[in-house]
């Protein structure tokens, strides 16, 4: 149910097994988890309904995502059957500093590791197929970002990247379709960005306040928006 174990600052580590498929909203906030193993069997994990955030983002709601604010979370074991991650299930879990995420995860809901700051490294599957707004805003050691190349257009969510002041590697995978708003705006450490031939088109602000200094545009490029 929602709220099982928030606020259970003394509990430690949680494993959870094979036979649940689900996991509720706010179930693990705030609690003194360091180590998460999700189980083959969990498919969703649940966050919070309220999406329409303005371009300034809002943490206020982070306490509402399954895992939100944990902010001892060091490791998470993702399962081999996850395919949605739902809003701020993790944000502000500020201890955590690599993601590997599974090929089966087709989508990071709004804002679902928004000021993860500690988060250094994070490499995606082949499965994802949409990042929401403000997906991983504000990780503010955030590094590298690699995606694994999939068979489903891929849409990267406004603001998806923002604020992240040092992230300097991207690579973009062949199937990426659109890039949103703001999508990887306030990253002056980003200087070189490949933009892949399946691209159609890239939405305003979407490098604005970045360090890019070589750009290359794929051939599929048709649309450049402004203001």
């Known amino acids: 149910r929602p709220g099982a174990f928030a606020n259970t600052t003394k509990l430690p580590r949680a494993v959870i097994p094979d036979s649940v498929e689900w996991i509720g909203s706010r179930a693990f906030s705030g609690s003194g988890i360091r180590e998460l193993r999700l189980g083959n069997g969990v498919k969703q994990v649940y966050g919070y309904g309220y999406t329409n955030f303005d371009d300034n983002g809002d943490d206020s709601y982070a306490k509402y995502g399954a895992f939100g604010n944990c902010t001892q979370l060091t490791n ?44 250094k490294e994070v490499a995606f ?13 504000r990780c503010s050691s ?10 489903s257009s891929l849409a990267l969510g406004e603001s998806a990247f923002r604020d992240c002041p040092v992230l300097e590697t991207v690579t973009l995978p062949d199937n990426l379709g659109s890039l949103g708003a703001y999508a990887f705006a306030n990253t002056p450490e980003l200087v070189r960005i490949d933009i892949p031939g399946s691209v159609v088109w890239i939405n305003s602000g979407a490098f604005a306040g970045s360090g890019i200094r070589e750009l290359v545009l794929g051939d599929g490029v048709k649309h450049l928006y402004g203001y």
Do not use: D
């Not at 955030?142 to 068979?151: D, K, N, Q």
């Open 142 to 151: 955030l590094r590298s970002v690699r995606f694994g190349t999939g068979t």
């Open 76 to 119: 998470i074991v993702f399962g081999s059957s996850l395919t949605n991650i739902g809003n701020q299930c993790f944000a502000q879990c500020t201890a955590l500093q690599t993601l590997t995420l599974p090929n089966s995860l087709m989508s990071v809901g709004v804002q679902g590791f928004y000021a993860c700051t500690s988060l």
């Open 125 to 137: 599957g082949t499965g994802l197929k949409s990042l929401g707004t403000w997906a991983f805003g």
